[in-house]
């Protein structure tokens, strides 16, 4: 089945002390399906960035306990540094990867926001595409004022007030900004000069909200422990703005003062088509392609069959991937085939391959989900009780979310025969029967997970929405 990935990059107000911060990181790395993919510590700056990926339902799991690590363990109160925040965990983006759209990033954004609030009391603004406001989208909008401004303006301002939880910061750990967003290329560039100014000058230069470069944040700041000004920036669209480009203009800028460049970092990861841009762009190759590449001709070369891969995962004597998965993958074939009929056809196909790209991912997520039971079930028994029916309302929320999905792909491939051309019925009667395997066999795993279940706050929306399917 193709590969279902959604990154995340967590951004910590710790950065002096690595003991800490590996604390973090095993928090994050204890969730089942997670890869950690790169951390970095700042001295100057006083923080961390951790980067990591996995299933949406295992990082969204992973997050919660990163974040529950650092409020245990990072006080505001007596932290400084030079980069702007607001809580020990200051920011927490979900990013789409594969096979997962912006959309679920933003369900994964409040979903994690909602748990921060109600298990730890950490207050919780939503940001970038997950944002309800247009003037919290900006990330620099929400940290106005950092930890000490927003603790004392959010208690008599209620345009401040946070989008989960009450006017009062968590004490110690004060808020937390979730978002989902595109790649962002964290980059900065050290300057010749100890002189901020000349720094803050160019920022000022090359930002959009200076009127600069549309996808380009930026600020200027010292790094007291090289002796050196730094252009700090967040790149959020390489594509729109590339690397190079951004570059080349903190050159000249930095030129018009008397300074140069004389080194950038990258903080975090950078996409390898950033880099593959750079290389175009500064070699300047005539007819580039990323085939050219030797590493993505061996990746082409080397892609193993997928369906055969999980089958045998299937088949494998593990519980999971088990039937709520299967369910999901017929469901998603059913979404290819429409696709394929809808293409041959000259008809549309963006819905059957938002069908499938949406069914794919739900093959992961409710293995994930089945996962994080066992897993609630391993916790001691004096606190068991909330985790399992948190887990086992997951494990029914997502073949739930697979059969009203598969209801409506099963009305778009009745559509779709009355349109088509009649040479593709027995394939639209295919998917027909897939689609309604994929509903059955998310409901059944619907009706066992909430029979387990004893929270009737949790049952009943659950039992509300399975009574519209039947």
């Not at 494998?316 to 085939?337: E, H, I, K, R, V």
Request: hydrophobic fraction near 45%; glycine fraction near 6%.
């Amino acid at each position: 089945m193709p590969q279902t990935i959604v990154e995340s990059v967590p951004n910590f107000s710790e950065g002096r002390d690595p003991a800490k911060v590996d604390a973090i990181v095993e928090a994050i790395r204890s969730v089942r399906g997670i890869a950690i993919l790169d951390r970095e510590l700042d001295a100057d700056h006083n923080r961390s960035v951790i980067t990591f990926a996995g299933p949406a339902t295992a990082v969204v799991e992973a997050a919660f306990r990163g974040v529950e690590r650092a409020v245990g363990l990072i006080d505001l109160r007596h932290h400084t540094g030079v980069h702007p925040r607001i809580g020990a965990a200051d920011v927490v983006p979900f990013i789409p990867v594969e096979g997962v759209t912006l959309d679920d990033c933003v369900r994964l954004a409040n979903e994690l926001a909602q748990r921060l609030w109600e298990r730890l009391h950490v207050p919780v603004y939503l940001y970038e595409a997950a944002a309800r406001r247009p003037d919290r989208v900006n990330l620099e909008n929400i940290r106005r004022g950092q930890f000490e401004g927003l603790r004392e303006e959010v208690r008599t301002n209620s345009d401040r007030r946070p989008d989960f939880g009450d006017a009062e910061l968590h004490p110690s750990a004060g808020a937390t900004v979730v978002g989902a967003r595109k790649f962002l290329i964290a980059y900065n560039i050290n300057l010749n000069t100890a002189d901020v100014e000349i720094a803050k000058r160019i920022a000022k230069a090359i930002r959009f909200s200076s009127g600069g470069f549309r996808y380009v944040k930026s600020m200027g700041v010292p790094l007291a422990s090289r002796n050196l000004a730094q252009v700090s920036m967040n790149l959020t669209d390489f594509e729109q703005t590339p690397i190079h480009r951004v570059f080349e203009a903190v050159r000249a800028e930095a030129a018009r003062y008397g300074a140069s460049i004389v080194g950038s970092e990258i903080v975090g990861l950078i996409p390898k088509s950033a880099l593959e841009m750079t290389a175009e762009w500064y070699l300047q190759v005539e007819n580039f392609h990323p085939s050219l590449v030797l590493e993505n001709r061996l990746a082409e070369a080397t892609t193993v069959n997928g369906l055969n891969e999980f089958l045998d995962d299937l088949a494998a004597p593990t519980a999971t991937p088990g039937g709520g998965s299967a369910a999901a993958a017929a469901a998603a074939m059913a979404a290819a085939l429409g696709a394929m009929v809808s293409g041959l056809a000259k008809l549309p196909t963006d819905a059957f391959e938002t069908d499938r790209k949406f069914f794919a991912e739900a093959v992961k997520r409710d293995a994930a989900s089945y996962d994080g039971v066992r897993a609630a079930y391993k916790r001691p028994k004096d606190e068991r009780a909330p985790f399992v029916e948190e887990a086992l309302h997951d494990a029914a929320a997502v073949p739930l979310e697979v059969a009203e999905a598969a209801t409506l792909l099963k009305n778009r491939l009745r559509d779709l025969a009355a349109t088509a051309p009649a040479k593709f019925g027995s394939d639209i009667e295919t998917a027909h029967g897939l689609a309604q395997a994929g509903i059955d066999g998310a409901l059944a795993n619907v009706r066992i997970n909430i029979a387990s279940m004893k929270d009737e706050s949790l049952i009943a929306p659950l039992r509300e929405r399975l009574a519209k399917q039947s």
